[in-house]
């Protein structure tokens, strides 16, 4: 069963009310969320599997005095687009661009994943995980 959503326009003039509401909807079998929407904040959104609107709309209007059913549907969930992938030509100029500040056989110690000293870069060049045990 999918899930739907369900919204009553409720009367509620207080933030009492408001909370006898939320809290009459939430201890609802099936109900996964509960939410005010509206200008007055008075219509509660309510998101569920397996939920009666017919008998929920009665109980509200039971304990609060007034409540009409507006809208019954399957919840539909915006689908999120995956980021975008670095274009190959970023790549590429990323590359080209570290190869001509470092040396062929050391590169980044980000992109290589070794410890890198970079005073000795200079002089000979080594990295601290290719140190001679001999010294």
Known sequence: MAKQKIVIKVQMASDRCRSRAMALVAATGGVD???????????????G?????????????????????????????EEK??????????VAAAAEYYSQLYYHHYPPPHLAGAVHD?????????????TCSIM
Do not use: C, F, M, N
């Open 33 to 47: 969320s509960v939410a005010l929407a509206g200008d007055g904040k008075d219509q509660v959104v309510v998101v």
């Open 118 to 130: 970079h005073r000795a870069v200079g002089y000979g060049g080594y990295s601290r995980a290719d």
């Open 49 to 77: 599997e397996g939920v009666d609107s017919i008998k929920l709309t009665t109980a509200l209007r039971k304990k609060l005095g007034g409540a009409e059913l507006l809208q019954v549907g399957e919840d539909k969930k």
């Open 81 to 90: 687009k995956p980021a975008p992938a670095p274009a190959p030509a970023a």
